[in-house]
């Protein structure tokens, strides 16, 4: 069991929130303050509803919060207050100056350095929990360690939490991956973090490296889990040109245990808030070190991702009769996965906005994500919002499922049929609807790597 420590994180959004709450339901003797500045996030986390859906999170929240994990405002206090700081905050794209569109902004953390710096009255440990660019740490420690008289031990701890599946993720990693110095303070912060983490994960998930290994990999895992999406994406567009079926083409592919059957679903393709960035990071890192080749490589994956989503709304247009202009469409799902409120670069937005370019009206429906997608599309005129699938699918022409969420496997589709607009166009994005059926009832359907079923 872990000694009594003393932890912050800056920070409370989808890792820092789920990530702490963890640590304090495990390390019962661990007091755990999250900090942010953001004061309505703070309240919502103090109050009886959560910031964003996750399963499972509220039941550890109750448990822990109020007794060892607190959330607070007071980020100096914090920072004052604990030894061991974790960092989570965004890392968004740079959106100006120079590696604008591609490079990781990293002004919040520049930011929270020189606050740790100001602050602090003894040694710290920080901890990176943000996805960064390699070598972010050295610098930190530079402008940490630089005019104080106080040690500033940085350490990288990327977190591999996929929301959605946040909590067993963090209940049961695949692994931990710490990269620190190994200098004598290093080691000693190295096994300051080991501790905690070896109250509920066994000790040969627990991998230790150096700090830049731990930032490059973070970078890496994501590029890699994105370029399996793309890979069969672009076998989808392969099988629907020649008649294979790209569900049967995975399924036979991912039977090879050299290479495992995840993240080989043909889509409408990935979004959320990681995958395009890490990888826009890792480009632009790459750039940095005169690696081209290996830039344009990495680029590949997202560039085969917008493809994918701009391949998906040409064919809805192209099979309604190359216009949509006046047509009532129904998206069924607009989080960027099932199980997440999350629509941060969903394909829903890239979908929605093509479609409202070219005239249609928009009826979007989600189990939990509809406020982030009207916060996300602002203004947008010809959007309509309803829970109700089968209220949202009326009078329209086409549905269109964007987010794999389970309950669309198993909608009454005649019923759906019924109160649509004929010819009725099913456009899958997730490959989920028993294609035949829909197609015996009525419908046109369009799904991804197969070939169309048209009436
Ligand atoms: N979301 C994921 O699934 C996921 C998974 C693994 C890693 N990551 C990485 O973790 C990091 C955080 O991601 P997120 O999705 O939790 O972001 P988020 O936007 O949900 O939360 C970040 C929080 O940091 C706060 N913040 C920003 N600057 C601050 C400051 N100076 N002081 C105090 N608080 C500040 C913001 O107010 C916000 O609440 C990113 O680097 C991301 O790439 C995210």
Redesign the pocket.
Known sequence: MASQKKIAC???????GPTMAVIAQKCPQCTVTV????QK?INVWNSDTLPFYEPGLDDIVNTVRGKNLFFSTE?EKAIIENDIIFI????PTKDYGVGKNMAADLQ?WE??AR?IRNVARSNKIIIE????PVKTAEAMEIILNTGSQFHFEVMSN??????GTAVNNLLSPDRVLIGSRETESGQKARNELVEIYKSWVPLEKIITTNTFSAELTKLVSNAFLAQRVSSINAVSAICEATGADVDEVSKAVGADSRIGAKFLKASVGFG???FR??ILNLVYICRMYHLHEIATYFENIINMNSFQQQRFVDNIVQSMFNTVAGRKICMLGCAFKACTDDVRDSPALSVATTLIAEKANLVISDPKAMTNMKAALGDLKNVEFIDDPYQAAKKCHAIVIITEWDVYATLDYKKLFDRMVKPAYLFDGRNMVNRKTCYDIGFNVYSIGKEPLIH
């Not at 800056?10 to 820092?16: C, F, R």
């Not at 990327?158 to 929301?163: C, G, I, R, T």
């Open positions: 800056i920070g409370a959004g989808y890792v820092g900090v942010d500045i953001n996030r980020v989570a905050v965004n890392t919040h930011t929270i606050q929990k943000s996805t960064l990327p977190e591999f939490l996929a929301e959320g808030s990681c960035k890490d």
